[in-house]
């Protein structure tokens, strides 16, 4: 039961790593060799949780050069993250192992914090946790029903100011993976993950057969935790969800929604508040009983898609057909083009293509990230990858909502208010050009499909900032309403059309 992956390493195997992370992860494997070799089974316990708690900061500032890298290469960067999988993978097994030779209460709740955070490094990899990984979750947690302590409190980590019960590490776990990690940037994923270790005590855990709670499992099964509604279940399936946990997450996301979005740190200093707001709506839209997106069927589909990234490229993307025709300037916005990348089509359905990711592009393919797609016949879209998720043959895909099949690139001007603060009055904008902001709109509403939206990089996004469009001789005005999304380096928003700048 407690072999969790077929062919890991055991303890004392040689780490693969190489480059700056090679020392302490070299010293972490030896520390754990020494501490799963001590013959006494307490001792070794105490030994490996020592461990647990004095290698978890040094692996999360390894984990933040994967989630946030400022250099290096992609091959650097999987490279560390294969290698924080196995020293990671060694250590759930040898808490693993220690909590099955004599199950109590302090070795069932490490074991389950150990897997947490091996389930974790899956989950920001967009890669599948084993199954192997959830049965022994389960079993560890039943066992500790089953000898009385599953909700006795406990010191499971370095701060004994913090007490948790084995039942309310198993809660964060299947909390951890019920929340569409699929649908989230890493980053968010290591958000939802300081969530769900601040609020567990809050969650709630269901006897067999109660089915209030929106979330499941299958104790005997080696099935992940997922969504209980639209389901056919057995009577030993153990119900769960976030209880009064969101009542409290809806609570901080009021009590910082009132300051300044850049002020919001609720979930610590290292993360932007831009990823930490992200994350905790994500969390909110997805802890509801009904979730706010079920992926359409996808269709098998063949065909390939050239693809850019990232806002500068995509603007000059949708810019192109204009420039063609004698419209827009690019004015070395973003310098020269992106040489686009090959993505192979598999499947689609609604408004979503299912694509595979090639290797390369694992460099920078996450959620949320913006998309310029040429498609075989010569047009381009506008698209942004919504989940990512690996395939049963082994490859990544991404699933692609198309925003736009005709975007418009355009360059606004801000219209200056009569009380703005600043030397530049609205008549010298206008006279001179400024406050130019590169936009893209989505749509304009003009058909009823889809409401105004447009993007806008993030440095310019203000709700309520009236623009003007030139179109020819004539202007058009509109005034934006509401942020849809944040992303990384842009905003995509709803809009109104407005008679004038006033």
């Given at each position: 039961?407690?072999e969790?992956?077929?062919?890991g390493?055991?303890?004392?195997?040689?780490?693969?790593?190489?480059?700056?992370a090679?020392?302490?992860l070299?010293?972490?494997?030896?520390?754990?060799?020494?501490?799963?070799?001590?013959?006494?089974?307490?001792?070794r316990?105490?030994?490996l949780g020592?461990l647990?708690?004095t290698?978890?900061?040094?692996?999360?500032a390894l984990?933040?050069q994967y989630?946030f890298?400022?250099?290096?290469t992609?091959a650097?960067?999987?490279v560390?993250?294969?290698s924080?999988?196995?020293?990671?993978?060694r250590?759930?097994q040898?808490?693993?192992?220690?909590?099955?030779?004599?199950?109590?209460l302090?070795g069932a709740?490490?074991a389950?914090?150990?897997?947490?955070?091996?389930?974790?490094?899956h989950l920001?990899?967009?890669?599948?946790?084993p199954?192997r990984?959830?049965?022994v979750?389960?079993?560890?947690?039943?066992?500790?029903?089953?000898?009385g302590f599953?909700?006795?409190?406990v010191h499971?980590?370095?701060?004994?100011?913090?007490?948790?019960?084995v039942e309310?590490?198993?809660?964060?776990l299947?909390m951890?993976?019920v929340s569409a990690?699929?649908?989230?940037?890493?980053?968010q994923?290591?958000?939802?993950d300081?969530?769900v270790?601040h609020?567990?005590a809050?969650?709630?855990?269901?006897?067999?057969?109660?089915?209030?709670?929106?979330?499941?499992?299958?104790?005997a099964?080696?099935?992940?935790?997922?969504?209980?509604?639209?389901r056919?279940?057995p009577?030993?399936?153990?119900?769960?969800g976030?209880?009064?946990?969101?009542?409290?997450?809806e609570?901080?996301a009021?009590?910082?929604?009132?300051?300044?979005?850049?002020d919001?740190?609720?979930?610590g200093?290292?993360?932007a508040?831009?990823?930490?707001?992200g994350a905790v709506?994500?969390?909110?839209?997805?802890?509801?009983?009904d979730?706010?997106?079920?992926?359409?069927e996808?269709s098998?589909?063949?065909?390939s898609?050239?693809v850019?990234h990232?806002?500068?490229?995509?603007?000059?993307h949708?810019?192109?057909?204009?420039q063609?025709?004698?419209?827009l300037?690019?004015?070395?916005?973003?310098?020269?083009?992106?040489?686009?990348?090959?993505?192979?089509?598999?499947?689609?359905g609604?408004?979503?293509?299912g694509?595979e990711?090639?290797p390369?592009s694992?460099a920078?393919?996450?959620c949320?990230t913006?998309l310029?797609?040429?498609t075989?016949d010569?047009?381009?879209?506008?698209?942004?990858?919504?989940?990512?998720?690996?395939?049963a043959?082994g490859?990544l895909q991404a699933?692609?909502?198309?925003?736009?099949r005709?975007?418009?690139a355009?360059?606004?001007?801000?219209?200056?208010g009569?009380y703005?603060d600043?030397?530049?009055?609205?008549a010298?904008?206008?006279?001179?050009?400024?406050?130019g902001v590169?936009a893209?709109?989505?749509?304009d509403g003009?058909?009823?499909?889809?409401?105004?939206?447009?993007?806008?990089?993030?440095?310019h996004w203000?709700?309520?900032?009236?623009?003007?469009l030139?179109?020819?001789?004539?202007?058009?005005?509109?005034?934006?309403t509401?942020?849809?999304r944040?992303g990384?380096?842009?905003?995509?928003?709803t809009f109104?059309?407005?008679?004038g700048?006033g």
């Open positions: 039961m407690l969790l992956l077929d062919g390493r055991k303890p004392g195997g040689a780490p693969a790593e190489t480059g700056p090679s020392a302490l070299v010293d972490l494997n030896a520390r754990l060799e020494a501490a799963a070799g001590t013959q006494d089974p307490k001792a316990l105490g030994a020592q647990q708690d290698g978890a900061a040094p692996c999360a984990l933040a989630l890298p400022h250099a290096g992609h650097g960067r999987e560390l993250w294969a924080l999988l196995g020293y990671q993978t250590l759930t040898a808490l693993c192992a220690a909590a099955g030779a004599s199950l109590t302090l709740a490490r389950l914090r150990a897997i947490r955070a091996l389930a974790k490094l920001v990899h967009y890669a599948a946790v199954g990984l959830w049965r979750a389960y079993a560890i947690h039943a066992g500790a029903e089953k000898a599953a909700t006795t409190p499971a980590q370095a701060d004994h100011r913090a007490a948790t019960t309310q590490e198993l809660l964060r299947v951890l993976r990690p699929d649908m989230m940037p890493p980053e994923v290591e958000v939802a300081r969530v270790e609020l567990g809050e969650f709630t855990l269901r006897q067999p057969g109660v089915a209030d709670n929106p979330f499941c499992y299958e104790p099964a080696e099935h992940p935790p997922r969504r209980a509604r639209g056919e279940l009577d030993t399936t153990r119900y769960f976030p209880g009064m946990g969101y009542e409290s997450l609570r901080i009021r009590q910082f929604g009132g300051a300044k979005p850049a919001f740190r609720a979930f200093n290292d993360i508040p831009r990823v930490q707001l709506n994500h969390l909110l839209a997805f802890w509801r009983v979730a706010p997106y079920v992926p359409p996808h098998p589909a063949s065909g898609l050239e850019v990232g806002y500068a490229q995509v603007w000059q949708a810019s192109q057909p204009a063609a025709a004698g419209g300037s690019l004015a070395d916005y973003a310098g020269p083009p992106q040489p686009p990348e090959t993505w192979e089509v598999r499947g689609k609604g408004s979503e293509l694509v990711v090639p390369a694992r920078w393919a996450k949320g913006l310029g797609l040429s075989g010569g047009e381009r879209w506008t698209g942004l990858i919504r989940r990512m998720h690996p395939r043959d490859g699933d692609i909502a198309v925003l736009s005709a975007p418009r355009t360059e606004l001007r801000e219209v200056i009569k703005d600043g030397a530049v009055t609205e010298v904008a206008r006279q001179f050009g400024t406050a590169k893209v709109i989505l749509a003009g058909d009823g499909a889809q409401p105004a939206n447009l993007l806008v990089p993030s440095d203000s709700a309520g900032g009236v623009y003007e030139q179109q020819g001789d004539a202007s058009r005005y509109l005034r934006t509401q942020a849809v944040h990384e380096d842009y905003v995509r928003a109104e059309w407005v008679a700048p």
